[in-house]
């Protein structure tokens, strides 16, 4: 799909419905014209709109957790703005373009130019720090050197402003250490550009490769959508929720982005942003090749868990195959997974990846909807991340929505039982899914926020 451009999508006529946030109207064709990433208009062709929805650009997440961080974020910009327009002093007085009596001695026209390009960079600054934090730590450390630079000048009259300094400097290597080339985030964009350059071709699942499955996985496959259109090789989820580290803890809110690549060996990407005690937490969950990781910082300078090993590999094979379960169900016909049935309503799997095969219990409803996925495979890890207890783990599942062709679970739960009783430790809500990014000639399917599309 292009951005800027213009696309056709493609949609079912139906009733009126009300979806989350969004009451639409459909009709069979809907012309859509985007503008960037941040507004969507439909032209009357039969489909209205009562709130626009926003599409999420890839690598990026959308925040709902972090209310402080956001009010911090406006703090930043306010103090990088308003310390920007008073270098614009300097330059005056370098220059005799206005009387001030702040600045007692002379400024010379060369440290003059100096003030004025501290001042541009510093409002350069203020916009990157929102529009691209990506950038901010190097457009801020530039600025910071030449602001400081020009105060050291004219120390006696500009001093006060090195305060200011301190706060930039403080931000820089926030900056530095969240989006700069050590930070989680990052290698979390560098893994998924190596997945996407690894796509590969879908296939399509037919009514014969269910042959052989117990029959509430049928049933659960064509109530999904799976059947007769191209198997998932990749997808892109955004979530926010809240979560902790065991049943006594606070919850900790978040947003969360994940990718999941299943050419070669299936891989899981999962990046949480966090926030604890009103400061911000970075978790990553990695599993590429052999070799699982867990990873939380605080302040995305602290380590506060750094978990891997034969047991977390272990316990995130069953996450893998949660997520094949719950996100890519026309994955459920691979050969990794040996099928067995019990009943309409129930049926259990090991799943293999590579030196791990796991054991899952999977339960449906009438309706044939995945409910319950249960696994005494992934024990529950303290909150430091370096011990385990085995705890069966639950994933109930609701209120299944439309995602294209493709009809998915958007509310889901984790929990474990413990001795003392079970208690849910994470509660999610799906946001957005983009399945089989990066494959050409393939329909892809993508939802925003109650409204789902279909994009050729």
Not at 137 to 158: E, K, M, N, P, R
Not at 233 to 260: C, H, L
């Amino acid at each position: 799909m292009r951005v800027g451009g213009e696309a056709t999508f493609v949609l079912p006529a139906t009733k009126p419905r009300r979806g989350r946030g969004l009451a639409y109207a459909t009709h069979e064709n809907v012309n859509v014209r985007f503008h960037g990433f941040r507004s969507l208009h439909a032209r009357q062709t039969g489909t209205s709109w009562s709130k626009t929805p926003r599409p999420l650009a890839p690598g990026s997440v959308q925040r709902h957790a972090r209310d402080g961080g956001a009010r911090m974020r406006w703090v930043v910009l306010i103090v990088l703005s308003l310390h920007g327009l008073i270098h614009l002093l300097g330059f005056a007085r370098a220059f005799d373009l206005a009387e001030l009596t702040q600045v007692s001695r002379p400024i010379v026209r060369a440290m003059g130019l100096a003030w004025i390009g501290a001042s541009v960079l510093m409002l350069c600054a203020s916009v990157t720090f929102i529009a691209a934090p990506r950038w901010f730590w190097v457009v801020g450390a530039c600025a910071l050197v030449l602001s400081q630079s020009a105060i050291f000048a004219s120390w006696s009259d500009t001093k006060f402003g090195t305060f200011a300094n301190i706060f930039l400097l403080l931000a820089v290597v926030y900056r530095f250490a969240s989006h700069g080339p050590p930070s989680l985030r990052e290698e979390f964009s560098e893994t998924i550009r190596a997945g996407l350059a690894t796509a590969a071709t879908p296939r399509l699942v037919r009514e014969d490769d269910l042959r052989g499955l117990p029959e509430p996985v049928r049933r659960y496959l064509r109530v999904t959508g799976s059947v007769g259109q191209p198997q998932v090789v990749n997808f892109r989820a955004t979530w926010r929720g809240r979560i902790r580290s065991n049943a006594a803890a606070p919850w900790m809110k978040f947003d969360a982005e994940q990718y999941n690549f299943y050419a070669g060996t299936p891989s899981r990407l999962f990046f949480m942003d966090a926030t604890m005690k009103g400061l911000p937490v970075d978790v990553f969950h990695r599993f590429i090749g052999a070799a699982a990781t867990f990873r939380v910082r605080l302040l995305s300078l602290f380590t506060m868990v750094r978990a891997k090993g034969a047991v977390m590999n272990r316990a995130e094979t069953v996450t893998v195959f949660n997520d094949l379960c719950v996100l890519a169900p026309s994955r459920m016909v691979d050969p990794a997974i040996e099928w067995h049935g019990v009943d309409m309503h129930t049926a259990w799997a090991h799943y293999t990846r590579g030196a791990d095969t796991i054991r899952a219990d999977l339960t449906f409803n009438d309706a044939g909807e995945l409910v319950d996925f249960a696994s005494d495979d992934r024990p529950s890890a303290s909150a430091d991340g370096t011990t385990f207890t085995p705890q069966r783990w639950t994933t109930p599942l609701t209120q299944y929505r439309s995602f294209g062709m493709r009809r998915v679970s958007t509310v889901d739960e984790a929990r474990y039982d413990a001795p003392t009783g079970s208690y849910a430790y994470g509660q999610f809500e799906l946001l957005s899914v983009d399945y089989n990014l990066g494959v050409t000639g393939v329909e892809r399917s993508r939802h925003f926020y109650g409204a789902s599309f279909r994009i050729r």
